[in-house]
């Protein structure tokens, strides 16, 4: 495999950091209400809608409007034991010009830019496909179908069970999802706000889960760290970031190759919400590359100029 990210990573490594220093300022500073995000789940029991301007995580500390929660995410390179960034796989999105809809990336390639332009063909689904429920209690699972590529699995069961080991209480909401789940699950909540649909949820084609590579995951004590208002089946909510299992995948998903896909600092150029509980397997090397430099997987892929698409 070609190198390509260390020279990229070295330049750009101490102004990517006062960058990423700067940006978190801005973000302590200008941060956005915090918005409850909740995603139609695998399952139609879950889904519970909450509109950013409605959410009221300290209901007796003044508007919710005004609310700022202070970003505790502030991982420390020089502190973290990771091995030397390095961008293993070049990214070759796509080896010819195709259609944003049809494009089918190579298996190999775990750096396929999903985005809100660049989709993926419905006739697209990985072939490795295993599911982990043989591999996890029910507590973790929720019982759910869920499958991911077999790339992934080892990392994500190491993972999980370090995080088990500590006394964290995580789960795993959704992994793999279909062109036509993703469909149903898009066209849910175009009816629930068509606003907002396409920053709340990707279109059908457009979601990296459709890769098999992408993991949803949640914590038994989420509900400690927002309303109680909030149904108490709501599963996604903007603070997963406050709660233990949360910051700890922000801290240290990358030793296990996952990358966090929608960064707060980042929904400008990714297009969507901040999700902290979404991540991407991309590698040891490439995870620990992007969280050290400070940017984003979709922001550095279309950084290395993808083959356009034809809209
Ligand atoms: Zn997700």
Not at 3 to 27: A, E, M, N, P, Q
Not at 108 to 123: C, P, Y
Request: aromatic share 10%.
């Amino acid at each position: 495999m070609q190198d390509v990210g260390c020279k990229w990573y070295g330049r750009t490594s101490l102004l990517s950091f006062i960058l990423l220093s700067f940006s978190l300022l801005l973000v302590a500073c200008a941060a956005p209400e915090p918005t409850a995000v909740s995603q139609v789940a695998p399952t139609s029991t879950v889904a519970v809608l909450a509109p950013a301007d409605t959410a009221t995580p300290f209901p007796t500390q003044g508007p919710p409007a005004t609310l700022t929660p202070i970003p505790t995410i502030t991982p420390s390179p020089t502190n973290t034991p990771t091995p030397t960034p390095t961008f293993t796989p070049t990214p070759s999105p796509t080896p010819t010009k195709t259609a944003c809809d049809q494009r089918i990336p190579p298996q190999d390639d775990l750096l396929v830019i999903v985005s809100q332009e660049f989709g993926l063909s419905r006739a697209y689904e990985p072939a490795d496909l295993v599911p982990i429920g043989p591999h996890f209690s029910r507590d973790i699972t929720l019982g759910y179908p869920t499958m991911v590529r077999e790339d992934v699995l080892d990392p994500l069961v190491n993972m999980v069970n370090t995080m088990l080991d500590a006394g964290l209480e995580p789960y795993i909401i959704s992994g793999y999802r279909s062109y036509a789940t993703q469909d149903a699950t898009y066209n849910k909540w175009l009816n629930l706000e068509p606003d907002r649909a396409d920053i709340l949820s990707a279109r059908p084609g457009h979601s990296e889960h459709q890769l098999g590579t992408t993991v949803d995951f949640g914590s038994y004590r989420l509900h400690d760290y927002i309303d109680d208002s909030f149904d108490e089946k709501l599963q996604f909510h903007t603070y997963f970031y406050k709660t233990p299992e949360g910051e700890w995948l922000q801290n240290n998903a990358h030793l296990y190759g996952f990358t966090l896909s929608y960064p707060r600092s980042a929904q400008e150029v990714t297009g969507f919400y901040y999700e902290p509980w979404h991540f991407r397997y991309v590698g040891v090397g490439n995870a620990t590359a992007l969280l050290e430099g400070g940017t984003s997987l979709t922001e550095y892929l279309l950084n290395q100029d993808p083959e356009p698409c034809l809209n």
